[in-house]
T-cell receptor
Framework: GAGVSQSPSNKVTEKGKDVELRCDPI?????LYWYRQSLGQGLEFLIY????????KSGLPSDRFSAERTGGSVSTLTIQRTQQEDSAVYLC?????????????FGSGTQLSVL | AQSVSQHNHHVILSEAASLELGCNYS??????LFWYVQYPGQHLQLLLK??????LVKGIKGFEAEFIKSKFSFNLRKPSVQWSDTAEYFC???????????FGKGTRLHILP
């Protein structure tokens, strides 16, 4: 596709359930980020994949959060045993990282609501 | 680790007023600096960026930002705002080409017509 695609666009779940959020970056982009956006907290960094390097997981808030990127393309963010404080918009972004082009292209996000 | 601080959480201006949004970062080495904007109902998009060279960078829609290394600042400016500038603005930093990009908490700008 022409842009970063995220699914689902909305997810409502019950506290304690696991959820999976998907990100399909722009073809050929080697860098992929997950951020969490919530009111008053801005864009909170979660995890960063760059090519074949080990991902930077320093932003994951707890061990309930994990992410993987298969084949250098699609990424899945998994939240286990969801809590109400996990409710937020989860944004994915990708960039080409060529010629110091740090321009991030963002998806439209997944609105997660934990009841 | 680098971090970004945006001082103004919510700014309200009238059309034609001048704008300056503050951004400070904490990192002792070479940095790349960015401003992103999120218009209502739209994706985040790049407004401007600084990598090296002239510390005064110009972006889209008449925005500019000045990198002042001694102050660890990268403030965003626009001489005369328009109603269409109503949006949320995010300052961001990374410490090198292969480093993650960290964002500030954002500033909500509301322009009165």
């Amino acid at each position: 596709g022409a842009g970063v695609s995220q699914s689902p666009s909305n997810k409502v779940t019950e506290k304690g359930k696991d959820v999976e959020l998907r990100c399909d970056p722009i073809s050929g982009h080697t860098a992929l980020y997950w951020y969490r956006q919530s009111l008053g907290q801005g864009l909170e960094f979660l995890i960063y994949f760059q090519g074949n390097s080990a991902p930077d997981k320093s932003g994951l808030p707890s061990d309930r959060f994990s992410a993987e990127r298969t084949g250098g393309s699609v990424s899945t963010l998994t939240i286990q045993r969801t809590q109400q404080e996990d409710s937020a918009v989860y944004l994915c972004a990708s960039s080409s990282r060529q010629g110091f082009n740090e321009k991030l292209f963002f998806g439209s996000g997944t609105q997660l609501s934990v009841l | 680790a680098q971090s970004v601080s945006q001082h103004n959480h919510h700014v309200i201006l009238s059309e034609a007023a001048s704008l300056e949004l503050g951004c400070n970062y904490s990192y002792g080495g070479t940095v790349n600096l960015f401003w992103y904007v999120q218009y209502p109902g739209q994706h985040l998009q790049l407004l401007l960026k600084y990598f090296s060279g002239d510390p005064l960078v110009k972006g889209i829609k008449g925005f500019e930002a000045e990198f002042i290394k001694s102050k660890f600042s990268f403030n965003l400016r626009k001489p005369s705002v328009q109603w269409s500038d109503t949006a949320e603005y995010f300052c961001a930093v990374n410490a090198g080409r292969d480093d993650k990009i960290i964002f500030g908490k954002g500033t909500r700008l509301h322009i009165l017509p």
